[in-house]
């Protein structure tokens, strides 16, 4: 009964422990972006196109110096909690958060490499196979970027080149922020204090509730319902491959570059191109990449697969390091389930 007891006790401090943290987090994000809220709210149609890039610019670059500095901040509000941690890694939070960026002449060519692999061999497949089996799937993400009449989602209505220049930078800004809160942050930071997998999921529920915004009522439900589990799906993946390979920059390369592709399909369809059109000349040409890649990296992606559905099944099986039972187990993914959706509560509540 003691062993038990502890092994819940453990599971609920460790965690509400983390949700405090994120809450710190959060709240500092807040503070720190209210220099690009303040640009969000001067922008107009008539000066989107200047200050809609430099508005995603300063988000990510202010997310970026922000959770450093107030995981930093933590160690001093949490230290009794986080001090077993730092002593076994003997780097600070904050350090370990800079680590992901590292990139040296010796493995900058294999970080390339996986971020490539990720695009062709996961992203890609995912955003065509869901728009080729899901009727109107695109012209939900077309409406829901679009239908609001929201000024800094105007470049999708301008020329080609401005919507490519302006593509290129809010998309990368975009992937750079989403990847350094949701995988460099929540995924890693929360591994490092309960059970990693447990971290991939909170972090992943955050992720797929945070793209039921696109919400739209003139489609059916199960759009944003497709939408939350795409996004979830991706969460998962690359947070198994951040916690895998410690590096952040192939999941910046290759989320930032399809998120690049879907917004030249869903502007090829404001140009009232249909879905066949933008397969022929965008996607298929991307396929054939896929498959090449395939064969090329087949022992390399079939050793990656085989790594990470063995973490992952680890989740549903009880936890000797914590001394869990059976009950402790379905406890565990609940209040997991909980924090994730918590933490987006508090998101949704800061804008974060």
Request: no cysteine.
């Given at each position: 009964?003691?062993?038990?007891?502890?092994?819940?006790?453990?599971i609920?401090?460790?965690?509400?422990?983390?949700?405090?943290?994120?809450?710190?987090?959060?709240?500092?994000?807040?503070?720190?972006l209210?220099?690009?809220?303040?640009?969000?709210?001067?922008?107009?149609?008539?000066?989107a196109i200047?200050?809609?890039?430099?508005?995603?610019?300063?988000?990510?670059?202010?997310?970026?110096?922000a959770?450093?500095?107030?995981?930093?901040?933590?160690?001093?509000?949490?230290e009794?909690?986080?001090?077993?941690?730092?002593?076994?890694?003997?780097?600070?939070p904050?350090m370990n958060?800079?680590?992901?960026y590292?990139i040296?002449?010796?493995n900058?060519?294999y970080?390339?490499?996986?971020?490539?692999?990720?695009?062709f061999?996961f992203?890609?497949?995912?955003?065509?196979?869901?728009?080729?089996?899901?009727?109107?799937?695109?012209?939900f993400q077309?409406?829901?970027?679009?239908?609001?009449?929201?000024?800094?989602?105007?470049?999708?209505f301008?020329?080609y080149?401005?919507?490519?220049?302006s593509?290129?930078?809010?998309q990368?800004?975009?992937s750079?922020?989403e990847?350094?809160?949701?995988r460099?942050?929540?995924?890693k930071?929360?591994?490092?204090?309960?059970?990693?997998?447990?971290?991939?999921m909170?972090?992943a529920?955050y992720?797929g509730?945070?793209?039921?915004?696109?919400?739209?009522?003139?489609?059916?439900?199960?759009?944003?319902?497709i939408?939350?589990?795409?996004a979830?799906?991706v969460?998962?993946?690359?947070a198994?491959?951040?916690?895998k390979?410690?590096?952040?920059?192939?999941?910046i390369?290759?989320?930032?570059?399809?998120n690049?592709i879907?917004?030249h399909?869903?502007w090829?369809?404001?140009?009232?191109?249909?879905?066949?059109?933008?397969t022929l000349?965008?996607?298929?040409?991307?396929l054939?990449?896929?498959?090449?890649i395939?064969?090329?990296?087949?022992?390399?992606?079939?050793?990656?697969?085989?790594?990470?559905?063995?973490?992952?099944?680890?989740y549903?099986?009880?936890?000797d390091?914590?001394?869990?039972?059976?009950?402790?187990?379905?406890?565990r993914?609940l209040?997991?389930?909980?924090?994730?959706i918590?933490?987006f509560?508090?998101?949704?509540?800061?804008?974060?």
């Open positions: 009964m003691e062993r038990n007891s502890s092994a819940k006790k453990k609920l401090v460790d965690r509400f422990t983390f949700l405090f943290e994120v809450i710190i987090v959060f709240v500092g994000i807040f503070l720190f209210l220099i690009p809220r303040f640009i969000y709210l001067i922008i107009t149609e008539e000066n200047f200050l809609a890039p430099l508005y995603y610019v300063l988000r990510a670059g202010l997310v970026f110096l959770i450093p500095l107030l995981l930093y901040l933590t160690d001093f509000v949490l009794s909690q986080k001090k077993e941690i730092i002593v076994e890694e003997d780097i600070s904050a958060q800079l680590k992901q590292k040296t002449k010796n900058f060519k970080q390339l490499l996986y971020g490539v692999m990720l695009l061999l992203f890609i497949p995912l955003d065509f196979f869901s728009y080729l089996l899901i009727p109107n799937f695109l012209e077309r409406d829901g970027l679009t239908a609001s009449q929201n000024p800094i989602n105007s470049y999708f301008q020329a080149f401005v919507f490519l220049i593509v290129i930078i809010i990368l800004s975009v750079f922020y990847e350094t809160v949701t460099g942050y929540l995924a930071n929360g591994s490092e204090n309960f059970h990693k997998i447990s971290a991939v909170i972090a529920i992720f509730f945070g793209h039921i915004g696109y919400y739209d009522p003139n489609y059916s439900i199960v759009f944003p319902m939408f939350f589990i795409q979830f799906i969460s998962v993946v690359l198994l491959f951040l916690l390979k410690k590096w952040i920059f192939p999941l390369f290759a989320h930032g570059l399809n690049i879907s917004a399909a869903i090829n369809s404001i140009q009232g191109n249909d879905f066949m059109t933008v000349y965008l996607y298929i040409p991307l054939i990449g896929s498959v090449i395939f064969i090329w990296q087949f022992p390399r992606i079939k050793a990656g697969l085989s790594t990470g559905i063995k973490d992952f099944k680890t549903f099986k009880i936890d390091k914590i001394g869990e039972e059976p009950n402790d187990k379905y406890l993914i209040i997991d389930i909980s924090i994730g918590l933490i509560l508090v998101a949704i509540l800061l804008t974060v």
